[in-house]
C-alpha cells in the first residue's frame, strides 16, 4: 500500500523560499506511469494543481506558478521535494503531495494528509 507523508516549515516568512518534501512508502517515484504531484488548498478556496514529476524525472508546472516553483526528487530517498520561492501571505495553504496516472489533476486517486503552511512575519 502506497502511502505519501508531505514534511517541512508550518511557518515561514515573506520573501522567503519555502521547501516541502513528500517522502513514498510502499512503491517507488520512478515506477513507470506515475506523476507525483504537489497541490495546494489556501483559506476558503479550491484546490490548486501547482505541478508535477513523472516516472523518469522530467517536471511539469502551473503557469501560473512557474517562475516560482521547483520540483526535484531524490530516488535514493524515495522523496520528491517542492521549492516555492518569493513566499506572500497568499501562499498560505495546506500542500499536499499526490500521486496519478494523470499529471495535472486536482483529485488524485492518492494523497497525503497535507501539511499547514503560514506565511507571515
Known amino acids: 500500500q502506497v502511502q505519501l507523508q508531505e514534511s517541512g516549515p508550518g511557518l515561514v516568512k515573506p520573501s522567503q523560499t519555502l521547501s516541502l518534501t513528500c517522502s513514498v512508502s510502499?512503491?517507488?517515484?520512478?515506477?513507470?506511469?506515475?506523476?507525483w504531484s504537489w497541490i495546494r488548498q489556501p483559506p476558503g478556496k479550491g484546490l490548486e494543481w501547482m505541478g508535477a514529476i513523472d516516472s523518469s524525472g522530467s517536471t511539469y508546472y502551473s503557469p501560473s506558478l512557474k517562475s516560482r516553483t521547483s520540483i526535484s526528487r531524490d530516488t535514493s530517498k524515495n522523496q520528491f521535494t517542492l521549492q516555492l520561492s518569493s513566499l506572500t501571505p497568499e501562499d498560505t495553504a495546506v500542500y499536499y503531495c499526490?500521486?496519478?496516472?494523470?499529471?495535472?489533476?486536482?483529485?488524485?486517486?492518492?494523497r497525503g494528509q497535507g501539511t499547514q503552511v503560514t506565511v507571515s512575519s
Open positions: 499526490a500521486r496519478d496516472l494523470v499529471g495535472r489533476t486536482t483529485t488524485p486517486r492518492l
Open positions: 510502499g512503491g517507488r517515484i520512478t515506477t513507470n506511469y506515475y506523476y
